[in-house]
């Protein structure tokens, strides 16, 4: 072995030439090498990159990048695909339909994030002291994410049904008039409220989760200080928890804005964008220009829109993050 290396050694300072050939330095044949086994180790590790990244080009770049242009298209799916310019982007303007879903939109993210922002947060907090059944409560909290949303739609609308549901029994039985019953879903004034609390009932569980270890992180010593201080419940609370638990919020945050302005599923199972257009929300008008009127261009439109608006959102919540933290 050592006689391997004083040659190897050896070699490395002497100069190769055969048959006459340009004498090449041995040096160079070593850079040669090391970038030959670079290059090998940057293809291996490619080659294990490459099933995820050619799937995620294949299903999801490449329609992202497809809509970007049938934006600017006219096309039924079927017939020819033909150029229209600024027409879709025009016509946005005078779609009444359109204008409804994204004032829906809006409402729904600017009441659900607050509002499943502080219900995951109260919960967290409750449920990381020392109470009996804890572990129950963490479970039956964070049951309602990961059910099957058919089934969760269903109980729900079957709980808010006007006419039988247990809430307006209730109601009914603490003295409020039947005539002024709320119609939850079947009311154009009440459907986005049931959509509301639906959505905050169903997904701050999943954040409580989150917060529950945003919690359990922080340094104990920081109660004992305040405890010497003198602080209190609520002041630990807002002079130490919340402090800490701002990155843990700032993630939330986002995670729900973006969830909110994609909202879909819920809409479609409960109130399919109704009664009239009260509960129509982007996605949910993307998919009735996409898939019932056919009109794919307009629709890849709409979903420029929401990709813009999602985009500047996200980017004004980092900007906002980062001013905080200097």
């Not at 305040?226 to 602080?231: E, N, Q, R, S, T």
């Amino acid at each position: 072995m050592f006689a391997q290396e004083e040659a190897s050694v050896s070699i490395s300072n002497s100069v190769i030439a055969r048959d006459g050939a340009p004498a090449i330095s041995s040096r160079k044949v070593t850079v040669l090498s090391k970038r030959q086994r670079k290059l090998r180790n940057a293809l291996v590790a490619y080659s294990f990159i490459a099933p995820n990244f050619i799937g995620f080009a294949v299903f999801t770049l490449g329609p992202i990048l497809f809509a970007f242009a049938l934006a600017f298209m006219h096309w039924d799916g079927s017939n020819a695909i033909t150029f229209a310019g600024l027409d879709n982007f025009w016509r946005l303007f005078e779609d009444k339909a359109f204008i409804a879903a994204f004032w829906n939109t809006v409402i729904y993210t600017v009441a659900s994030v607050p509002a499943t922002l502080l219900c995951a947060l109260g919960l967290a907090v409750l449920l990381n002291q020392k109470i009996v059944g804890r572990n129950f409560f963490r479970t039956a909290m964070f049951f309602p994410y990961v059910a099957s949303l058919v089934a969760v739609a269903v109980v729900w609308n079957m709980i808010f049904n006007p006419e039988m549901g247990p809430v307006n029994m209730i109601l009914y039985t603490l003295g409020l008039d039947p005539k002024n019953m709320p119609g939850w879903a079947a009311d154009r004034h009440w459907a986005m409220v049931t959509v509301i609390l639906f959505g905050i009932w169903k997904n701050m569980g999943y954040y409580m989760v989150i917060y529950l270890a945003g919690l359990q992180s922080i340094n104990a010593e920081l109660y004992e200080a305040a405890d010497l201080d003198g602080a209190n419940s609520w002041q630990k609370f807002i002079h130490v928890t919340v402090p800490q638990l701002g990155p843990t919020t700032f993630f939330v945050t986002v995670m729900l804005t973006i969830q909110s302005f994609k909202v879909f599923d819920q809409i479609y199972m409960i109130t399919q964008g109704g009664p009239g257009t009260s509960t129509l929300v982007l996605v949910y008008h993307i998919y009735n220009e996409a898939f019932i009127s056919w009109d794919l261009g307009y629709s890849s439109m709409v979903s420029l829109v929401l990709f813009f608006l999602v985009l500047a959102v996200t980017v004004f919540q980092f900007r906002r993050q980062r001013e905080d933290e200097a």
